[in-house]
Each structure stands twice: as structure tokens, then as C-alpha cells.
């Protein structure tokens, strides 16, 4: 459950009685109100499903310094962005579940928890998607979760699954193509290349305008079509001009009127 948990924060901060803590008190309610940390890796699932949420876990101890730093670091740019109307945070887009390896002992070893603190990024199916351990600065913090945030959302997860119609998860497919996680790439590689029909547009246009690793991805599937692109290197953008484009398209086009 989430209730609390910001008031467990203020008190690990200022102390169980101090006036800092007390004052903090309504300041937590309405930051839990905000957004919500949750004290169960199961709950958060649920959350990040409901609000189609990325999922991370932060692996504390009570004991550790740079745990506590990190907790007050974390704190004030919670209370400054959070409390703030007009501000824009990066923390509205995830779910977070806090998680302490004293009091869940088998929390820690199934994620393979070897130096705190740790945070691991969670699919809906509890595989970890990304992972780092010791201390990081808030700046660190918020460059990973945003590289994490698209591939780790619920929604592109879900554009994975074969029981999810291809046609409504193209465009996050194609993020995926991308992604750092080999399995990931793999993954979206498969289910683009199952319907030509509906991914073909798609694919051309990334091989214009992706980044490297989509352009390789785009080529790999147009192999598995069985489309020549020997002329292609995906490491000059410039063979990918609009001319050679327009004739891999007429030859996808010819291929599919022979099979018709």
C-alpha cells in the first residue's frame, strides 16, 4: 500500500517527534495525493497497469547512508516539482514502489539485489528491464527513467504480446526497434515482420528517418521478407535517399501481387 509512506520519508528525514516532521504532515498527504509510493512490488504492478504507468522499485535499508542521502534528495525534488502546479515532472509518468531489503528478504534475492541502493525497472510480468545499483545523483536518476520510460510503459509492453492487434501497436513497435534490450528489438522484430500489409509504410519510413539501431532493424526485416537491400548501409544515412525508398517500395509491391 502507498498510505504513509511519504510520512515515513519526513520521519526517517527530521526524526519520529520532531516539529519538522509534524509540520511535514499535511505536506505528505497531499504529496502521496500526487503521486503515490507504494510499499509492495505487487500493488505497484496493479497501479502501473491502472495508470499505464512504467513500474520502478527502489531497493533501500534503513541502515544505509547513501540510501538516506538519496531519500532526501529525492524528497525535495518531489516536494519542489509535485507541489508546484506549474511545474512539469518527470515523476507524474511512473509508478514507484519503495522497497526495504531487511523487511523483504526475498524481494531482495529474486531481483538479485547485490549493493543498495538499487532500483530495477519492472514489466507487468516482473521482468527486470533495467537495472542499476549504488548511488546515484538526481540528475542520473532522471536521465535513466526517461531512457527507460517509453520501452518500460505498460501500453508498449503489452504492443509485444501476439494476443494485442498489430495493427493498433505499430507505431510502439517501432519504438522498440530501438531499444537497448536485445530481447526487446527481437521481440518487436517478429511482429513487425508478421503482416507486411500493415508494417511495410511504417518500416520504409524508419529506414528515412530512425536511428541506427531502427534503421538495422527496419533492414533485418525487410530480409526476412525477402527483399534485396544489399545497396542499403545502415551506418550512411545518406543510401537511404528517397529514390532507392520509392524502388524498394515498388519491389515490396511486386513481391505481394505475386503471392496474391
Not at 509492495?40 to 497497469?49: H, K, Y
Not at 548511488?135 to 510503459?153: D, F, H, K, P, Q
Not at 513497435?173 to 511482429?191: S, T, W
Amino acid at each position: 500500500m502507498a498510505v504513509g509512506i511519504w510520512s515515513t520519508i519526513a520521519v526517517i528525514v527530521h526524526g519520529q517527534d520532531s516539529e519538522a516532521a509534524v509540520q511535514q504532515a499535511s505536506e505528505s498527504t497531499q504529496l502521496a495525493e500526487l503521486l503515490p509510493i507504494f510499499d509492495s512490488i505487487e500493488d505497484g504492478l496493479v497501479a502501473s497497469e491502472e495508470l499505464d504507468r512504467p513500474v520502478v522499485v527502489f531497493f533501500v535499508a534503513s541502515w544505509c547512508g547513501p540510501c538516506k542521502e538519496l531519500t532526501v534528495a529525492l524528497k525535495d525534488k518531489f516536494e519542489a516539482e509535485l507541489l508546484t502546479p506549474s511545474a512539469s515532472s518527470i515523476f507524474r509518468n511512473w509508478v514507484f514502489v519503495k522497497i526495504d531489503v531487511d523487511e523483504r528478504k526475498e524481494a531482495a534475492e529474486r531481483f538479485e539485489i547485490r549493493g543498495i541502493p538499487a532500483m530495477r525497472v519492472l514489466d507487468l510480468n516482473e521482468r527486470v528491464l533495467a537495472k542499476t545499483e549504488g548511488y546515484e545523483s538526481y540528475g542520473s536518476i532522471v536521465e535513466w527513467l526517461e531512457n527507460c520510460r517509453m520501452t518500460a510503459s505498460p501500453r508498449v509492453q503489452r504492443a509485444l504480446q501476439n494476443s494485442t492487434a498489430l495493427a493498433d501497436v505499430v507505431q510502439e513497435l517501432m519504438v522498440l526497434l530501438g531499444d537497448r534490450n536485445v530481447e526487446n528489438r527481437e521481440r518487436a522484430i517478429r511482429r513487425l515482420s508478421s503482416d507486411r500489409k500493415i508494417t511495410q509504410s511504417s518500416i520504409l519510413a524508419l529506414m528515412q528517418n530512425g536511428s541506427l539501431a531502427q534503421r538495422l532493424c527496419a533492414l533485418e526485416i525487410l530480409k526476412k521478407w525477402g527483399v534485396e537491400v544489399s545497396s542499403f548501409d545502415p551506418w550512411k544515412p545518406e543510401t537511404f535517399h528517397e529514390v532507392r525508398i520509392a524502388a524498394l517500395r515498388n519491389a515490396i509491391g511486386k513481391e505481394e501481387i505475386g503471392k496474391d
